[in-house]
């Protein structure tokens, strides 16, 4: 019933910027929690940031603080990602998710939609 879908990747090289898009459907967009998750080759899905329903608190993780921006608008059913000052180690799957609550959730385990992903890859 929810749908999620991304867009906004793509290539760019070390130090540059894209902004990713989470186009949402099926339900009520602003009373719920929504993040943005990532996953490289090999490794474990790493949360980026969250945003909360209701009054759109915003969380963090350590590895993009002062880089990335979440950001939600209520009236076209879209989350955000500004991503700045790309590094390689940010090359990744990008994906968005929503919960069934308006907590501050940071693992990928309490989500319950996912959309498809978005391929993100920095240059050096």
């Known amino acids: 019933q929810v749908q999620l879908v991304e867009s906004g990747g793509g290539l760019v090289q070390a130090g540059g910027s894209l902004r990713l898009s989470c186009a949402a459907s099926g339900r009520t967009f602003s009373t719920y929690t929504m993040g943005w998750f990532r996953q490289a080759p090999g490794k474990e899905r790493e949360f980026v940031a969250v945003i909360s329903g209701g009054p759109g608190n915003t969380v963090y993780g350590d590895s993009v603080k002062g880089r990335f921006t979440i950001s939600r608008d209520n009236s076209k059913n879209t989350l955000y990602l500004q991503m700045n000052s790309l590094k390689p180690e940010d090359t990744a799957v990008y994906y968005c998710?929503?919960?069934?609550?308006?907590?501050?959730?940071?693992?990928?385990?309490?989500?319950?939609?996912w959309g498809q992903g978005t391929q993100v890859t920095v240059s050096s």
């Open positions: 998710a929503t919960t069934t609550t308006r907590a501050i959730l940071t693992s990928p385990t309490w989500y319950n939609y």
